[in-house]
């Protein structure tokens, strides 16, 4: 097997090239999956032609963005990195990696960094798609996109891996996925409007995972939180640390499931 392929051979080396030799191996894999890769590809655009041609009342900017967003999070990150760390651990590639030199964090980080990248293209893809179809004109503070995108990435690549040790196949990750995957469909804003839900469910929502990264999205284009509270000044500072705090919980949460339950060998 050669050096590109076999991300064991690093012995002595710093952590950093640990990630980038794991992360072009990773990328290798990922790319000869072509298919996949276009249709991953595809996503950003698909949605912004459809909300493109629904009235202005139902669509727009940031519910565009967000949807671009929060679909790439859970099919190109969370869903993927799931089945593709779980089939490692089954392959004892995980195992193999864990005996070596290689650092824990090095693996982890290494095996998300490509997926990591592609969600960065998708959303950069789904922003000049919007500008074209849409436009941006208004958008207040555009900047936004950057830490909605920076924390949804963490938190969801924190629960992919902290999900692995409950997904005992590639398989069995359709279902151990769903509940995450379906609270965030139904309690971000990004598919449900929040205002129509109860009130105690309006107050959950805003602690679940997909919240602050949607919530970001819409004030970020619209100055107004999915909530449907107009933000600005001293608000607009207190709803963004806001949902970096819920961020962070869940980043947190995660890792610390994940050093509980993590296992690297393949499950009997």
């Given at each position: 097997?050669?050096?590109?392929?076999?991300?064991?051979?690093?012995?002595?080396?710093?952590?950093?090239?640990?990630?980038?030799?794991?992360?072009?191996?990773?990328?290798?894999?990922?790319?000869?999956?072509?298919?996949?890769?276009?249709?991953?590809?595809?996503?950003?655009?698909?949605?912004?032609?459809?909300?493109?041609?629904?009235?202005?009342?139902?669509?727009?900017?940031?519910?565009?963005?967000?949807?671009?967003?929060?679909?790439?999070?859970?099919?190109?990150?969370?869903?993927?990195?799931?089945?593709?760390?779980?089939?490692?651990?089954?392959?004892?590639?995980?195992?193999?990696?864990?005996?070596?030199?290689?650092?824990?964090?090095?693996?982890?980080?290494?095996?998300?960094?490509?997926?990591?990248?592609?969600?960065?293209?998708?959303?950069?893809?789904?922003?000049?798609?919007?500008?074209?179809?849409?436009?941006?004109?208004?958008?207040?503070?555009?900047?936004?996109?950057?830490?909605?995108?920076?924390?949804?990435?963490?938190?969801?690549?924190?629960?992919?891996?902290?999900?692995?040790?409950?997904?005992?196949?590639?398989?069995?990750?359709?279902?151990?996925?769903?509940?995450?995957?379906?609270?965030?469909l139904g309690l971000s804003g990004m598919t449900?409007?929040?205002?129509?839900?109860?009130?105690?469910?309006?107050?959950?929502?805003?602690?679940?995972?997909?919240?602050?990264?949607?919530?970001?999205?819409?004030?970020?284009?619209?100055?107004?939180?999915?909530?449907?509270?107009?933000?600005?000044?001293?608000?607009?500072?207190?709803?963004?640390?806001?949902?970096?705090?819920?961020?962070?919980?869940?980043?947190?949460?995660?890792?610390?499931?994940?050093?509980?339950?993590?296992?690297?060998?393949?499950?009997?």
């Amino acid at each position: 097997m050669s050096a590109v392929t076999d991300p064991t051979r690093t012995e002595g080396v710093r952590p950093t090239r640990q990630v980038l030799a794991l992360a072009r191996s990773e990328s290798t894999l990922l790319l000869r999956n072509k298919t996949a890769l276009f249709t991953a590809t595809l996503i950003p655009l698909m949605l912004v032609a459809l909300l493109g041609v629904l009235p202005s009342a139902l669509s727009g900017p940031p519910l565009a963005m967000s949807m671009v967003i929060g679909s790439v999070l859970l099919l190109v990150l969370y869903y993927s990195l799931v089945t593709s760390t779980v089939a490692r651990r089954e392959e004892h590639t995980l195992k193999r990696l864990y005996s070596s030199a290689v650092r824990p964090a090095a693996i982890m980080i290494g095996m998300a960094l490509p997926l990591l990248i592609l969600v960065a293209v998708q959303v950069i893809i789904g922003l000049i798609a919007v500008a074209i179809v849409m436009g941006l004109d208004s958008a207040p503070h555009t900047w936004l996109l950057l830490p909605a995108v920076i924390a949804g990435c963490a938190v969801w690549w924190v629960l992919a891996l902290a999900s692995c040790p409950f997904t005992k196949s590639v398989e069995a990750a359709q279902l151990t996925t769903m509940p995450l995957i379906m609270v965030a469909l139904g309690l971000s804003g990004m598919t449900v409007p929040i205002g129509i839900l109860p009130g105690w469910l309006q107050w959950a929502a805003q602690l679940s995972p997909m919240f602050p990264t949607i919530d970001l999205a819409f004030v970020a284009l619209s100055a107004t939180r999915v909530t449907g509270e107009a933000v600005g000044g001293s608000q607009l500072w207190l709803a963004v640390l806001l949902d970096l705090g819920v961020a962070a919980g869940w980043v947190l949460a995660g890792l610390w499931l994940l050093r509980r339950r993590f296992g690297w060998e393949p499950r009997r």
